[in-house]
């Protein structure tokens, strides 16, 4: 396994109409697009989706949510 290569990336995300942006390593970015489109969503539905239910910072909780997914296919 390598380790990861770069820092966080900040995208800009919509969540109910207002824009928001987001730090995130490459890594979740690409998980996050991976589980939206297998799940037949935009990454603005998914991130909106984890946004409703979050208890900390939305990057924070994000990763949590790509992890528990990950861990969830095993």
Known sequence: MSLPGGGAVKRSVRIAG??????????????????????????????????????????SALRVYVLRSVSEQR
């Not at 987001?22 to 939206?36: Q, R, T």
């Open 18 to 59: 207002h824009p928001t942006s987001v730090s995130l390593e490459p890594e979740f970015w690409d998980a996050l697009k991976d589980i939206a489109k297998t799940r037949g969503l935009s990454i603005n539905e998914l991130v909106a989706e984890i946004d409703t239910g979050r208890s900390t910072n939305l990057s």
